[in-house]
């Protein structure tokens, strides 16, 4: 049996010695109802049913593929007309054009159904970006559900335009001024008001970490991602890619694309976490390249801690990514030699972002510039070690483009001193409630 035939049979508490259930009591009972109530949509045709029309009719699914060919001529280098190396595509899985700007309407639309089979009123919900806050408050409204969501200060700051939204959808959204005033500290405080208000509340997590049967649930959520590129990709070229590649914060888009690809071993699978400043600085959110096993929020994976096991905090230009731990999917994946993980500093994601932005005509995500920064990488890679396609076709490279960038343009306009009038800088800091 195959690493990925194994990997598809594993649906949690455990992948290999990571995941589990690693909370509270007061939590066992709601847990127990919702792996129970997963279980029954999960063979209940009429469940995916409205989901599949949810999808289809609100998300704006299936989301297109689409080949960036000036973008991917910097990975063969412009300068070599002529060279002897097929060259590199760099196909993009446009998650981005999804109805809220994200692959994370996918996992909240199938957890607010099971909101409603569950006879709940209230969802709570962190965020980082906002993306998944946004997502959450927009199933919220649609479905009349009472939404808190709970946000690190720091990226309310980061992110003000996502908290403006969330606000409009009818969300209550909490600023967090605990700890870093990030995401971890965010998902602390949701934690909190869940052992409170357990029984007429709901916890929508968003990605796949947490305790089970989180991890597992929102990778099944997500798995149409993969499901659609990979249909998408033999349509439009005949064959599978050579890579696929995906950001990994807590890793809900990188495992929503692998999986479709587990099986495959000739696809090799890439992702490409935060090197914030660089990995020897300390200043990053790199589990796997300065991080070991430990748990926090629910379940063991990789994390960054300290000699005493105490959480260290963590750095990236990208709120989304800005997290101490990463999903145990990705730790598991990782130790098996399965998928390969790297990490991007702050200034490869920017330079990716605004190569795209210029080259393509599409502000992607700072998350999502992670992993173009990462295909960059990897198809110059390809290029000086002689590596192709099979029968010598070009090197392919698919890449799930996460989310969409109009929420990061404050910081890429700060960060490239894109506005030097004084009226436009204070425009600027009303975005990012500094005004």
């Known amino acids: 049996m195959s690493l990925a035939e194994r990997l ?3 649906t949690g508490p455990y992948f290999g010695e990571f995941g589990g259930r690693f909370v509270p009591e007061a939590l066992i009972a709601a847990l127990d109802e919702l792996e129970t109530e997963y279980a029954k949509a999960a063979g209940d045709p009429a469940f995916g049913a409205e989901l599949a029309r949810l999808h289809r009719e609100y998300t704006g699914r299936p989301s297109p593929l689409t080949e960036v060919q000036r973008f991917a001529a910097h990975a063969t280098g412009e300068e070599r007309p002529g060279a002897s190396h097929p060259g590199v595509r760099v196909l993009l899985k446009r998650e981005d054009l999804n109805h809220t700007g994200s692959h994370k309407i996918n996992n909240v639309l199938g957890q607010a159904l099971l909101v409603k089979r569950m006879g709940k009123r209230r969802v709570i919900a962190e965020t980082g970006a906002g993306q998944h806050g946004v997502a959450t408050a927009t199933a919220a409204a649609l479905m009349d559900l009472e939404c808190v969501i709970y946000m690190g200060e720091e990226d309310t700051r980061r992110q003000a335009l996502n908290v403006a939204r969330m606000r409009l959808l009818g969300a209550e959204v909490v600023p967090v001024t605990a700890g870093t005033r990030t995401l971890k500290d965010a998902i602390n405080e949701a934690l ?10 709901h916890y929508v997590l968003g990605t796949v970490t947490g305790p089970h049967p989180f991890p597992e649930m929102v990778r099944q959520f997500h798995r149409i991602i993969g499901e659609e590129a990979r249909e998408q990709l033999l349509e439009r070229t005949g064959r599978l890619p050579d890579v696929v ?12 694309i692998f999986n479709a690809f587990l099986d495959d071993e000739g696809v090799a699978l890439y992702g490409f976490e935060a090197g914030g400043e660089g990995v020897e600085t300390g200043r990053h959110a790199a589990r796997f390249s300065g991080g070991s096993p430990g748990v ?13 096991g105490q959480t260290r905090p963590s750095h990236s230009v990208s709120a989304g990514l800005d997290y101490p731990s990463v999903g145990p999917a990705h730790s598991w994946l990782h130790d098996l030699g399965r998928a390969e993980y790297e990490p991007v500093t702050d200034v490869e994601a920017m330079d990716a972002f605004r190569l795209l932005c210029r080259t393509e005509g599409i502000i992607p995500a700072i998350e ?11 198809g110059r890679r390809a290029v000086s070690e002689g590596r192709t396609g099979p029968d010598g076709a070009p ?15 404050a910081t890429a306009a700060r960060w490239f001193g894109l506005l030097d009038d004084g009226a436009a800088a204070q425009e600027l800091e009303k975005m990012e409630g500094r005004g």
């Not at 909190?192 to 509340?201: A, G, I, M, P």
């Not at 090197?395 to 343009?409: A, E, F, Q």
Request: with cysteine; aromatic share 4%; hydrophobic share 40%.
């Open 245 to 256: 590649a995906a950001c990994v914060g807590g890793g809900s888009n990188a495992l929503g």
């Open 395 to 409: 090197y392919t490279i698919l890449v799930n483009l996460s989310g969409r960038g109009d929420k990061d343009v």
């Open 192 to 201: 909190r008001d869940w052992v409170t208000n357990v029984e007429h509340t």
């Open 368 to 378: 999502s510039a992670h992993a173009l920064a990462g295909a960059l990488r990897l």
């Open 8 to 10: 598809a049979d594993v």
């Open 296 to 308: 926090l929020h629910g379940a063991r994976s990789y994390l960054l801690q300290d000699d005493d």
